[in-house]
């Protein structure tokens, strides 16, 4: 890389494929020309992390051509500081972090001695802070260096006597010479100090009048020099100060002060000589920097700007393309919906036609095959939407303490005939398997899904391998499952068949998402086990090589209340008749469910009410002290849902038990699944001896 460039404009993080444009070659061009024109050395660096730590080192990221004849230090820009200094790396990061943590400017002074310079050294942060750059400037003050160096030799030649201090300098820096005898106030300058200060220089000769001079100086300057001299005789030793001056062409030029302050004993100033410097042009090269570092800065914040611009518009469109592909996956899910509900409604709208049909034709004995396919299908649309809640998180759960090893025993029969004959089954159980907190049947219908599809890649027969673990998972491998760490049981799926590739295991968890052919899957098995699993506070998680195998593992978190764990299978009993003479109020907005529930309860030789809604149902447990059991929906209209109105009433009546009957999980209204005391839940669809039996467990309670 040649002296004097930059790093390529890519580094502020536009995108690469939107530069350059002749614009912003045009921007560059100018920052680049304004760069060149400040006469002084200026680099930026910024601050990198590097093997040490964060912070450990800086690269150039910016030189101008000056840089090289202040410094001596050439083709810079892209160099790491412990690379061109290894030895004093740690003491310069140490000065320039300290600018940018404190965001304070600092100068100082160093010699370089390969170009044989004095080089004043000012460091400033670059804004905001997030940025890691600091830019430094280089000025050369060689000439104010000489000139202390020879006001020392003076003062020992003039320590002796009050003569005028006599000073040399090359290439005429100084213009002018004064000695001030403080202890007799007595003050004396040459006429080139006369001159500078727009005075008659015959006044040299007769003395020259602190006061007088004193009203040649800019007025925005006087207090700053008269500060600066005091603080000078009050401490001793160098004097330095920079001032404007009216010369007799009525113009103020700049010109810096340097001298030193000789102390007596008794700690009092005695002598003060001192020089003259024009510093003038070098003002005015200054006021060129710092006018070309603005416009700098004002191009970078252009640029900044473009980039920004760029970056929104890249970004607008990536937010496009997901919105497309959300809208192709929404469609994807809404054509399986339509597919298979309608074919559900196909068979149970045909079965209830052919029921009336052998109705009016007295055909009694046949109707009883329509019946039963109607209710499949109606079991086949429950199932379809208990997939579609498990991948929306939306099921509802009754998880309880739950050993996983005793499920994955209990199934190995039913997996067996499921997958058949062609297909070897290793169980690989891990002793001492942690308990988990979840719904054990629910488990049960996402292991046997996983074993379905691990059966179906293996059309030519394979080995399907079920296996359960303990499992620890700090920050980074919780993170790669999407969890956060702790403590977690695996089950695990692995079979020996075609694999996936990269593209299908992406979209395998979508609903709908099917590889096989057409009628032979419909793509919601994989994605009721995602749902189920992050609803049960876990992750799943697919593994996969093409031409190698598949497995698949949820991971669920360990339930350490593991003092009880129930797995034990139970025989349900026959659905029971009416308990005592008991009054049921069945609460539901669809009056469809509210009659079948109704005519349920009223076949049982209950005695029941109803109502539509909170309110209604309110004013009728508040007037009827005498009903027993309260049977309400979740959702329900009219500002009250099912929840509420089971609180409210037990305000007044903490005894009354409450079975909640839903559609779907509606976690928050439930408090998730925490039900309390005397209070149960069924979800929609329910079969007459399952609600009936749930109804006899709480009037019994």
């Known amino acids: 890389m040649k002296k004097g460039c930059s790093l390529p404009i890519e580094m502020t993080g536009a995108p690469e494929e939107t530069w350059p444009d002749e614009a912003s070659l045009r921007i560059e061009a100018r920052r680049r020309a304004l760069l060149e024109a400040i006469d002084d050395g200026f680099c930026i660096i910024e601050f990198i992390d590097g093997p040490d730590g964060p912070l450990s080192d800086y690269v ?22 412990r690379d061109i200094a290894p030895t004093q790396a740690d003491v310069w990061l140490e000065l320039y972090g300290g600018v940018l943590r404190t965001g304070r400017t600092v100068r100082f002074e160093q010699e370089f001695v390969a170009v044989g310079r004095h080089i004043e050294v000012s460091a400033t942060r670059l804004e905001p802070e997030s940025l890691r750059q600091v830019s430094v400037l280089f000025r050369d003050v060689t000439a104010r260096k000489l000139a202390e160096t020879a006001l020392r030799a003076s003062e020992a030649l003039a320590r002796d006597n009050v003569q ?16 001030w005898d403080v202890a007799s106030e007595k003050f004396s300058g040459d006429e080139g100090l006369a001159t500078a200060f727009g005075l008659d220089p015959s006044l040299a000769k007769a003395g020259l009048a602190l006061p007088e001079m004193m009203k040649s100086v800019h007025p925005d300057d006087q207090a700053g020099l008269a500060a600066a001299i005091d603080d000078a005789l009050r401490r001793g030793g160098t004097y330095a100060h920079q001032y404007r001056v009216r010369r007799s062409d009525g113009k103020y030029y700049w010109l810096e002060a340097n001298g030193r302050v000789d102390l007596g004993p008794d700690g009092r100033p005695l002598k003060f000589p001192g020089v003259l410097i024009d510093i003038e042009s070098r003002r005015t090269v200054e006021a060129q920097r710092d006018r070309a570092i603005a416009d700098l800065r ?83 649309a429950a199932a379809l939407t208990q997939r579609l809640l498990a991948f929306s998180r939306r099921q509802t759960l009754d998880p309880k303490s739950t050993d996983i090893n005793r499920i994955v025993a209990g199934m190995h029969e039913l997996i067996g005939r499921t997958v058949g004959p062609g297909i070897s089954i290793e169980t690989v159980a891990a002793g001492g398997l942690w308990p ?25 027969g394979g080995k399907l391998t079920i296996e359960t673990g303990n499992r620890w998972l700090d920050e980074r491998s919780a993170r790669a499952r999407g969890l956060a760490p702790g403590q977690y049981i695996s089950l695990c799926v692995s079979d020996t068949g075609v694999g996936m590739t990269e593209d299908v295991i992406a979209r395998a968890f979508d609903p709908f998402f099917t590889t096989k052919p057409t009628g032979q899957g419909t793509g919601l098995g994989l994605s009721m086990v995602y749902g189920f699993a992050g609803q049960s506070g876990g992750a799943a998680r697919i593994y996969s090589e093409l031409g190698t195998g598949s497995m698949v593992c949820i991971y669920l ?10 797995d034990t299978p139970h025989e349900d009993p026959p659905p029971p008749g009416a308990v005592g003479q008991s009054t ?47 049977v309400t929906d979740v959702g329900l209209p009219n500002g009250m ?48 001896d399952a609600f009936a039996r749930k109804i006899g467990e709480l009037l019994s309670d």
């Open 436 to 460: 988990a907190f979840v719904d054990a049947g629910q488990l049960e219908n996402a292991l046997l899904n996983l074993c379905i599809n691990a059966r179906d890649a293996m059309p030519h």
């Open 641 to 688: 849902n099912g929840r509420q109105l089971a609180d409210a009433v037990r305000v007044e009546r903490p005894n009354l038990n409450v079975l909640f009957i839903t559609g779907y999980a509606e976690n928050a209204v439930l408090n998730h699944g925490h039900l309390e005391h005397g209070m149960q839940m069924m979800t929609k669809p329910f079969a007459a």
């Open 557 to 566: 978190p360990r339930h350490l209340n593991d003092a009880h764990v129930d």
């Open 60 to 81: 150039h990221i910016e030189a101008n051509s000056g840089y090289e004849r202040h410094t001596g230090i050439a083709d810079i820009v892209g160099k790491r500081l």
């Open 584 to 630: 049921i109020l069945v609460v539901d907005d669809e009056p469809l469910v509210r009659m079948v529930a109704v005519e349920i309860l009223e076949e049982l030789g209950y005695s029941v009410l109803e109502a539509e809604d909170g309110p209604s149902a309110l004013k009728m447990l508040t007037a009827r002290p005498d009903i027993h059991l309260l």
């Open 164 to 179: 005028r201090v006599q000073l040399a300098m090359a290439a005429g820096a100084i213009i002018g010479t004064w000695l």
């Open 298 to 380: 004002a191009l970078t914040e252009t640029l900044e700007q473009r980039v920004e611009e760029r970056t929104a518009s890249l970004m607008q469109a990536e937010d496009a393309l997901r919105q497309s592909q959300k809208m192709e996956a929404v469609g994807q899910l809404t054509g399986g919906l339509a597919h298979d509900f309608n074919n559900i409604l196909a068979g149970i709208g045909g079965s209830l036609e052919l029921m009336k049909t052998r109705l009016t034709q007295g055909r009694i004995g046949e109707i009883d095959r329509y019946l039963t396919a109607a209710q499949s299908a109606v079991k086949r």
